[in-house]
């Protein structure tokens, strides 16, 4: 069995695995999955469970991106609208989000 990571940065929200019962429940799929239309993403933390990241995905270097430093336009905060992101926050888990959404990095292992 392999590890193997991926660097992202993302405007959201860090939650703990358990904030919803069922990750793998069809509803959250499409933001797991990627699909075509969906704005936000989710990922969990599914060799652990200690996390559910939910929210944009700022910057995903590929694998092959060896980069030390990376440019991040800070402002993206303005154009993936927090009032847009809190109200999808609210749609997919049935609750208005407690904190504003922070700008994050994080290392993921699958």
């Not at 992202?8 to 429940?25: H, Q, T």
């Not at 910057?59 to 060896?66: A, R």
Request: include cysteine.
């Amino acid at each position: 069995m392999s590890i193997s990571t991926n660097h992202y940065i993302v405007f959201g929200w860090k939650l703990p695995y358990d904030f919803v019962e069922n990750i793998w429940d069809d509803k959250f799929l499409p933001y797991i999955e990627g699909h075509e239309g969906i704005e936000f993403s989710m990922i969990a933390d599914g060799m652990c469970g200690d996390y559910i990241v939910f929210g944009t995905v700022i910057k995903l270097p590929s694998s092959h991106e060896n980069k030390d430093f990376m440019d991040i336009d800070l402002s993206i905060m303005y154009v993936y609208n927090t009032g847009r992101l809190q109200n999808e926050f609210q749609k997919v888990f049935g609750k208005r989000p407690t904190i504003a959404p922070k700008l994050f990095s994080f290392i993921h292992y699958n």
